[in-house]
């Protein structure tokens, strides 16, 4: 069973930044292409950012392209999500997940638990 724990979240003003982390265990990590998701109350889960397993290649929902970067360490088992220029309408649980394969693709997911990323204005 694959494990993921999230950890960084918090509370934020807008304009700052968080560094969320993502320790992955019981799995090949370098096998996986990992993403990050975010879920705000009464809106659907929405993939925000994703890299495949090598770190090669990257996406980037358009609300965050130039303010988020994802990235990963092979050797740590870790994806990170930077966040920066946060706004409010970034809060929401942020939830990392892990699909086997070379790039991101269609489920199914392996997810973590969540962490929750506040941002006030």
């Known amino acids: 069973q694959v494990q993921l724990v999230e950890s960084g979240g918090g509370l934020v003003q807008a304009g700052g930044s968080l560094r969320l982390s993502c320790a992955a265990s019981?799995?090949?990590?370098?096998?996986?292409?990992m993403a990050w998701f975010r879920q705000a109350p009464g809106k659907e889960r929405e993939r925000v950012a994703s890299i495949s397993r090598s770190g090669g290649s990257t996406y980037y929902a358009d609300s965050v392209k130039g303010r988020f970067t994802i990235s990963r360490e092979n050797a740590k088992n870790t994806v990170y999500l930077q966040m920066n220029s946060l706004k409010p309408e970034d809060t929401a649980v942020y939830y990392c997940a892990a699909r086997w394969g070379s790039n991101w693709s269609p489920g199914p997911y392996d997810w973590g638990q969540g962490t929750q990323v506040t941002v006030s204005s």
């Open positions: 019981r799995l090949t990590f370098s096998n996986y292409a």
